[in-house]
């Protein structure tokens, strides 16, 4: 069994504290828990460049970006793996490199039918699960299941997915404890909330291990 997470933040200063690639981190371990044979690929997108889908149609043939080896290397990825979790932090909705990833994923789906070749997509059949999170201290339920979980969801299932979200009853993600003022910063230090994100990571797990 061969897992992918791919944590979706594109925030360079947060470094290794990342709390996209935390929350990865712990999912990875807990995973290794459950499956100790599985093996799991912890995928960090501030580590891909990628570039806008032009619609340029080469793909068809040949299931290859033309102008996008950093994509070239996630479609690898992704086809190799038997299940795929996805880390997303609230921005502006979406960050702009996860919705590059599905646009393209989607374009060669799309174009795959078009040329009745129905199945060959690499994400088909596949389970698959979002965590979202962000920067709001209270009432982020409701607002990172309109924006991000319920959109993800759609998107997952249009290219096969089978996106094991929609069988809980509450939505997995987590927001932040506070924020601190710190003299001679432009931002706000965050504090985040570890517990909210263990708890996410157990719902998430917890709905992962009956699907
Ligand atoms: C451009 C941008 C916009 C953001 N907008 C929001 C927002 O509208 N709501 C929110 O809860 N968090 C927002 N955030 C905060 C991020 O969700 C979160 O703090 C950040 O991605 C954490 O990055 P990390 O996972 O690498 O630590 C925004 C972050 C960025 C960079």
Do not use: W
């Not at 979406?94 to 374009?107: A, G, N, R, W």
């Amino acid at each position: 069994m061969n897992i992918a997470i791919i944590s979706g933040s594109n925030v360079r200063s947060s470094g290794n504290g990342s709390i996209s690639l935390r929350t990865g981190e712990l999912l990875k371990s807990r995973l290794k828990d459950m499956k100790s044979d599985c093996s799991v690929n912890l995928v960090d997108l501030r580590d891909y460049k990628l570039t806008s889908c032009g619609m340029c149609e080469s793909c068809a043939e040949t299931q290859r970006c033309v102008e996008d080896e950093d994509f070239n290397k996630l479609y690898d990825t992704i086809k190799k793996a038997d299940e795929l979790i996805f880390i997303c932090p609230h921005y502006a909705p979406i960050p702009s490199k996860l919705v590059i990833l599905f646009e393209k994923l989607e374009e060669m789906s799309y174009l795959g039918i078009c040329s009745g070749k129905k199945n060959f997509h690499p994400t088909n059949g596949k389970k698959a699960g979002i965590i979202a999170h962000g920067g709001m201290t209270e009432g982020y339920d409701q607002r990172y299941k309109e924006d991000i979980l319920t959109p993800l969801t759609n998107v997952m299932e249009c290219i096969g997915m089978r996106v094991i979200n929609k069988m809980g009853n509450k939505p997995i993600c987590f927001g932040v404890q506070d924020f601190e003022k710190v003299d001679n910063k432009r931002t706000y230090d965050i504090i985040y909330d570890m517990d909210g994100l263990q708890q996410a990571v157990d719902g998430f797990i917890e709905l992962y291990a009956r699907s």
